[in-house]
């Protein structure tokens, strides 16, 4: 099975910056994308950022100059980089690949999955 695991969440100043990192494991063999999400408390998820297998990217309104996504496609992982947060920044922040191809666990065929997500990492942006 493919898993997805954050790390770097945290307690930031407003106007600080922070950095998220996110590795996907399993028997893979490719990812079309990969993305960030947020869900602040009381409210429903959203798209922070996303970037293809070909270095494309895609930023929400709201975070656009100040974070940046990338991506390792040997590795299999995402980071995105957080600068001048602000206190609307404050969620959980989750991880998420999609269209993974990856070998079952008798390494006889290849599967595609739709999607795949992380747990979560928190951060939390103080005044």
């Known amino acids: 099975q493919v898993q997805l695991v954050e790390s770097g969440g945290g307690l930031v100043q407003a106007g600080g910056s922070l950095r998220l990192s996110c590795a996907a494991s399993g028997n893979i063999i490719s990812i079309n994308a990969m993305g960030w999400y947020r869900q602040a408390p009381g409210k429903q998820r959203e798209l922070v950022a996303t970037?293809?297998?070909?270095?494309?990217?895609n930023y929400a309104d709201s975070v656009k100059g100040r974070f940046t996504i990338s991506r390792d496609n040997g590795k299999n992982t995402v980071s995105l980089e957080m600068n001048s947060l602000k206190l609307e920044d404050t969620a959980v922040y989750y991880c998420?690949?999609?269209?993974?191809?990856?070998?079952?666990?008798?390494?006889?065929?290849?599967?595609?999955?739709?999607?795949?997500w992380g747990q979560g990492t928190l951060v939390t942006v103080s005044s």
């Open positions: 998420e690949a999609d269209q993974i191809r990856t070998f079952d666990r008798r390494g006889l065929r290849v599967v595609t999955l739709a999607d795949a």
């Open positions: 970037i293809t297998s070909g270095a494309m990217t």
